[in-house]
């Protein structure tokens, strides 16, 4: 089965560092887009960033630009999203999607969602 | 960046009946490279991720029902739902992929009347 399995839940102290997974199967990984879409409350859908996992080609949302890394790992399949200090503003559910062909495509494969939680 | 506006924010339409959600980008998103509008349409039900319906903005995805349709070029964008379904109660939102960073719309609310 074509799938993207996100890792479980998290609660986070503002401060603390975290990273979370996205794990691709069924398809060749390495040559589709896998990019990271937030969702909130206030903010709705915002558009993170996206990575090549063939080659780690990424592009980034500026607005982000040092408050979040993108990586992958082809050897286990997986992209991941890390912050090395959450903030409270940090909370959301976290969605990892596959591209359709290049990194400026629709996203045709959704994960079910990470909800990330950060308070004190 | 490209801000995406959609309207209405809420609709309420009858069963068997049309809805039409517009979606406006603040700049083209047509590509005249290959004539193509880098504009997507997602549904997304409460509890599940965005799932994607149209993509080059007239394209439907394959399983998606044909009540679903989109339209337009350049800025102004049109999703279509003909005879409308209760399955098809869910928040739709578009999605410009035409220049990074993307940007969807604020949603719009689809309920039955």
């Known amino acids: 089965e074509v799938q993207l399995v996100q890792s479980g839940a998290e609660l986070k102290k503002p401060g603390e560092s975290l990273r979370i997974s996205c794990k691709g199967s069924g398809y060749n990984f390495a040559t589709h887009w896998i990019g990271w879409v937030r969702q909130t409350p206030g903010k709705g859908l915002e558009w993170m960033g996206i990575?090549?996992?063939?080659?780690?080609?990424?592009k980034n949302n500026p607005s982000l630009q040092g408050q979040v890394t993108i990586s992958a790992d082809t050897s286990v399949s997986s992209v991941y999203l890390h912050w090395n200090s959450l903030k409270p503003s940090d909370s959301g559910i976290y969605y990892c999607a596959r591209a359709q062909v290049y990194g400026d495509d629709a996203f045709d494969l959704w994960g079910l969602g990470t909800m990330v939680t950060v308070s004190s | 960046d490209i801000v995406m506006t959609q309207s209405p924010e809420s609709l309420a339409v009858s069963l068997g009946e049309r809805a039409t959600i517009s979606c406006k980008s603040s700049?083209?998103?047509?590509?005249?490279?290959?004539?193509?509008?880098?504009l997507g349409w997602y549904q997304q039900k409460p509890g599940q991720p965005p799932k994607l319906l149209i993509y080059?903005?007239?394209y439907r995805e394959s399983g998606v029902p044909d009540r679903f349709s989109g339209s337009g070029s350049g800025t102004d964008f049109t999703l279509t739902i003909t005879s409308l379904q209760a399955e098809d109660v869910a928040v739709y939102y578009c999605q410009q992929y035409y220049s990074s960073p993307d940007s969807f719309g604020q949603g719009t609310k689809l309920e039955i009347k």
């Open positions: 990575i090549y996992p063939g080659d780690s080609r990424r």
């Open positions: 700049q083209s998103v047509l590509y005249s490279g290959n004539n193509k509008n880098y």
């Open positions: 080059w903005a007239s």
